[in-house]
């Protein structure tokens, strides 16, 4: 799919990933909506949304298709993270605590997209091989090596990068398409505040580049994965060949 003229929902797109694939669609003569609760670029247009809500994102959706007519991509990028074992000497894990990144990684994913792509579904088909519309998924190298700790996000990101191929299958009598991109250590907002030393050490099993990903890495990946047809139904590790450990240093000191 060529996405000049082309319209695109991202998720999380006030900043990190989300914001970067945003400017990369953009860039590439996309009109761009950002559903998030934050303010994003003036770039873009803005519909705040709580994805997890589902009153909010049909409304959202139906926003975007009222003021643009369409959607033809959806990146969803918006998540959070989350640390804590199943259980400790002090007690059981926060349910509660693991609820909250499962309904935003997860269900807020899969919210957005059933209503995106039911949009989708009556597009006119007018791309190269009748496409009618493309979704990315933000997972994470998470959903395959998840650390100690990780239990939630890496729940959340293990089923988005399962749900991948069972969208594509679902989708494919639709004419369209569904990839997931899975980072690894990537410099946003969400690692900032990450110690050096625990950088430093997550670094450590990075085969090449020895560095933290940058956001406008990913955006060009996704961007790539809107060009080319034949990416369907798999997920792409954007990590340098990185296998993290079980378990850090810094965590276990």
């Known amino acids: 799919m060529d996405p000049h003229g082309k319209i695109a929902i991202v998720s999380g797109g006030a900043s990190g990933l989300g914001a970067a694939t945003a400017a990369a669609l953009a860039d590439a003569g996309a009109t761009v ?7 994003p670029s003036p770039a873009f247009h803005h519909f705040p949304c709580d994805i997890t809500d ?11 298709c009222h003021l643009l007519g369409r959607v033809d991509i959806l990146v969803n990028c918006a998540g ?3 640390l804590g074992p199943i259980a400790s000497p002090d007690g059981p894990q926060d349910l509660e605590a693991f609820r909250r ?6 269900l807020g994913t899969v919210n957005l997209t059933r209503f995106v792509t039911h949009r989708m579904i009556g597009n006119p088909g007018d791309c190269p091989d009748g496409e009618r519309g493309v979704v990315i998924n933000a997972a994470s190298i998470a959903s395959f090596e998840g650390q ?4 939630a996000y890496a729940a959340s990101k293990a089923a988005v990068a399962a749900l991948t191929l069972v969208w594509a299958r679902d989708l494919s009598a639709h004419r ?12 946003t907002p969400m690692t900032a ?16 580049p020895k560095r933290p990903g940058r956001p406008e890495e990913f955006g060009r990946t ?13 997920v792409i590790r954007l990590d340098g060949a990185t296998r993290p450990p079980a378990r850090t240093r810094w965590t276990a000191s």
């Open 33 to 39: 909506a950002v559903l998030d609760l934050a303010i």
């Open 54 to 64: 589902a009153a909010q994102t049909e409304a959202a959706v139906t926003a975007v």
């Open 80 to 82: 959070i993270g989350g």
């Open 101 to 106: 990144v499962i309904d935003v990684n997860l």
């Open 148 to 151: 100690q700790g990780m239990g």
């Open 176 to 187: 369209i398409r569904v990839m997931s991109i899975a980072p690894g250590l990537f410099a």
């Open 193 to 208: 505040g990450m110690p050096d030393d625990l950088v430093d050490e997550l670094l450590e099993t990075v085969e090449f």
């Open 222 to 234: 996704a961007l790539f994965i809107v060009q080319n047809p034949l990416l369907n139904g798999e």
